[in-house]
């Protein structure tokens, strides 16, 4: 998953470095209001992902993070227990830190992100 990556340290500089999201999950509450078989719906809760920081040199670390999202969305039960749904979310897993071995110097990257989905659900 791409996102927004802001570094200091190496990551800053020209020598620069590549960071990537390799998992991202979320649990979530959501809050709407059912109109018919519309549910307009607003979402929050927390994000996790493992943030993964290669600089140049080739080397590499990882760091588990657990940050925050919200956003919202639009459901429509369109059969029986079937619905689908889109809904936007936007992510921020704070800051990761890169040690000094792997970037030469101590550097800290943010992650951020903005996503949508669309899916497809059955209640049973």
Known sequence: MDGTTIGTGICAGAIGCETRNRWFATTRGRIGYAWDRWLPFLTGGAAFGD?????????????????????????YAFMGAWSA????????????????????????????????????????
């Open 51 to 75: 943030i993964k920081m290669t600089p140049n040199n080739g080397l590499s670390e990882t760091d588990i993070k657990v940050g925050w999202t919200v956003g919202a969305g639009l459901e």
């Open 85 to 124: 749904k889109l809904e936007y979310l936007y992510a921020d897993l704070g800051k990761a830190s890169c040690s000094t071995p792997t970037c030469t110097t101590a550097a800290d990257v943010t992650y951020k992100a903005n996503l949508v989905r669309l899916g497809v659900n059955y209640r049973f």
